[in-house]
């Protein structure tokens, strides 16, 4: 038999395997997700999160420093807050939680990148993401004290934010905050395929934002639904995002190559808590190969079209792009 075309010529080394690569990965563009909460000398691991920590501002150094050696130099903060109230007060104040972690990092870590969250359920009494209405979040209210937000983290020195409320029109909104306020030149990062989904069970808990009634469904999207993710993906880029995102990742790959073949902004996937603590929890049982799982997944949300992967296995993957086990 002669066959003029054989694929398993380029298969046949670990050196031509990596030369043919397709999907290239880069520790410039991993993200790791860092809780910060109110108080001092506390860190505090995340019981569904195993090896994820809550730190309080005057130990970041702990977590900062093995970013650092990683060489994963961009994080996107999440806030606990002390004290909670109806309107998420805390998540704009100028000696907030968020707004003092930002600047101990640009005072201590001027090389790293920092993304801050936007958003208001970890700050409400009621845990949900906006202002509300009796029991009804109501969406343009809720602008005006996302605009707030944002405004604050960027004065304290935020590189960029990402809005993750899933507000309608809620980027237009900030982007002319933004511009307005001279800060023209800070991107957003938009959640715009936010979906509600049962995977952010742990992040619910590391960053205490469980609502206190009913569910996020009525802002967040139906995971039935491809087009609905692609029209919301179209109206935040109308309305000056940088950066679109998809989250979670693993189960709407579908979703991030869709996205990325339709559009030319850069494309960032959130591999979110529950992705994260089911590897662990398999890789605990000795079901799977914590690395080997961790980097096909990893791969696989690049593959699908991601350019920026935020995952709490950064430091991780940054150490296997060091010994070429992917990338």
């Not at 309080?56 to 606990?80: Q, T, Y």
């Not at 030149?185 to 936010?194: G, L, Q």
């Not at 009525?218 to 087009?227: A, E, G, P, V």
């Amino acid at each position: 038999m002669n066959l003029l075309n054989r694929p398993r010529r380029l298969r046949t080394s670990d050196s031509l395997r990596k030369m043919v690569r397709e999907t290239r990965i880069s520790k410039e563009s991993l993200i790791y997700p860092l809780f910060v909460i109110d108080g001092e000398g506390i860190v505090e691991e995340i019981p569904s999160m195993e090896g994820q920590y809550r730190y309080s501002v005057d130990r970041l150094d702990l977590i900062m420093d093995r970013l650092m050696a990683s060489g994963v130099e961009k994080v996107l903060l999440f806030g606990i807050p002390a004290h909670k109230d109806g309107c998420g007060s805390q998540a704009y104040d100028e000696n907030g939680i968020i707004q003092r972690a930002v600047r101990c990092i640009r005072e201590y870590y001027p090389s790293v990148y920092v993304i801050t969250d936007v958003c208001m359920c970890e700050y409400t009494s009621h845990g949900h993401c906006g202002i509300l209405d009796g029991e009804y979040v109501d969406n343009d209210k809720t602008l005006e004290y996302l605009n707030r937000i944002a405004l604050s983290h960027v004065r304290a020195g935020a590189h960029m934010v990402a809005p993750s409320d899933m507000m309608d029109g809620r980027i237009g909104a900030m982007r002319q905050a933004l511009d307005e306020a001279g800060f023209e030149t800070v991107p957003v990062m938009a959640y715009s395929a936010k979906y509600a989904s049962a995977f952010y069970g742990p992040f619910r808990e590391a960053a205490g934002s469980a609502p206190a009634f009913g569910d996020r469904k009525s802002y967040q999207m139906d995971y039935h639904n491809r087009k609905e993710a692609l029209k919301e993906v179209k109206l935040d880029i109308g309305e000056g995002a940088d950066i679109v995102m998809v989250k979670p990742a693993l189960s709407y790959l579908d979703i991030i190559r869709e996205v990325a073949d339709r559009h030319d902004l850069p494309v960032a996937a959130y591999s979110v808590s529950g992705e994260y603590a089911m590897i662990k929890a398999a890789a605990k049982a000795g079901y799977i190969d914590e690395e080997k799982i961790m980097c096909e997944s990893a791969a696989s949300i690049y593959r699908a079209g991601a350019d920026i992967l935020i995952t709490y296995y950064a430091m991780e993957l940054a150490a296997c792009i060091d010994q070429g086990k992917i990338g």
